[in-house]
């Protein structure tokens, strides 16, 4: 076994933090591991970094539904595809307030906004910026998907208070013309550097399950990884089919090679939050246990993520209590 990788000894510059490029070829080392191995380097990067036992509790609420001219193959959000889906309006701030105080008393501590536009118009932006003030007001990180941003509106975002921006890279740039073919990878990419730039913490990760091969996966992962700084929140999501989008009918991807790929993200991000994201209704609670183990530490609380559903929030706190997991700030 090479040594970088020997399950007796810390991951070079991992365990530290030390910041380090990774190459696709050693991150498929790593995916290779027996899956004790890779469980254990896992294990041994996130308890340097973290409580174990504690997660991170995020609510995520669609405030602008449907009608995306994008042509994601796994949105249903895409005016692109015929899944039934309604397009709904900008929610109200009032609808949006109340919805935050409840995921607040369901305890969550971040309240995550999407919106199913290819890019905020400025008009578009001005009541979100309101949604975000009220929202921290309560007393909540906050957090906003919105698309792709043009020249000045990250600065705008900065200045409401805005703590994170989503913008996931979703898959391998390899791999990224059979998914999404009306913007390009750098458009996701200069979407972040201008995020980044401004002080907006970055939410940034992708979907795995699409027709992915696994050596797309360790890109995807190296490009997260390999970013200055890498994400501070990773959300690793599990394809949802649904009818009518073209990823409906992809062939399932194996439990295991699931967690392996949380596991490897915990490794190459070893300070990032890696949230269990999309996917987590179809995932039992063993499943989901061994993810926790391999070094996930955050997840989507509440019945629904924008258009798909999502376990009971009194699910996941049997959940939580069956493996004594604390919520992380709670």
């Known amino acids: 076994m090479n040594d970088l990788f020997n399950p007796g000894q810390s991951v070079a510059g991992k365990v530290t933090g030390e910041c380090r490029k ?154 990224y013309g059979e998914v999404v073919t009306t913007h390009t990878y750098q458009d996701r990419l200069d979407t972040l550097e201008q995020v980044r730039g401004v002080g907006i913490k970055v939410c940034s990760g992708g979907i795995v399950g699409m027709g992915e091969s696994r050596t797309h996966r360790a ?29 409906n009918g992809a062939e399932a991807l194996d439990p295991i090679e699931f967690v392996r790929t949380v596991a490897v993200a915990r490794i190459l991000m070893p300070q990032s939050l890696v949230r269990l994201s999309a996917g987590r209704e179809q995932m039992d609670d063993p499943l989901q246990a061994l993810c926790f183990m391999a070094g996930a530490n955050s997840i989507f609380y509440g019945e629904k993520l924008l258009t798909t559903s999502n376990p009971s929030a009194d699910q996941d706190m049997a959940l939580f209590d069956k493996l004594g997991i604390r919520v992380m700030g709670a």
């Open 219 to 247: 890109a995807l992962l190296v490009q997260l990884a390999n970013l200055n700084p890498p994400p501070e929140s990773v959300p690793i999501n599990l394809l949802v089919q649904v009818k009518g989008t073209p990823l």
């Open 22 to 175: 990774w190459s696709v070829a050693e991150v498929e080392v790593l995916f290779s591991l027996p899956f004790s191995d890779l469980m254990f380097q896992a294990q041994t990067v996130h308890r340097t970094h973290f409580d174990p036992n504690e997660v991170q509790v995020s609510t995520l609420l669609s405030i602008k539904t449907g009608g995306c001219s994008e042509d994601c193959g796994y949105c249903s959000q895409s005016k692109r595809h015929h899944t039934g889906l309604e397009q709904e309006n900008l929610l109200a701030l009032e609808t949006v307030v109340n919805k935050a105080k409840a995921a607040k008393d369901k305890g969550a501590t971040r309240f995550c906004m999407g919106a199913a536009w290819r890019g905020p118009k400025q008009k578009d932006l001005a009541p979100v910026i309101e949604m975000i003030k009220a929202v921290r007001g309560l007393g909540l990180e906050t957090c906003v998907t919105l698309g792709m941003l043009k020249e000045g509106q990250a600065e705008q975002l900065r200045e409401a208070g805005l703590d994170y921006y989503n913008h996931n890279l979703d898959t391998a740039p390899e791999y």
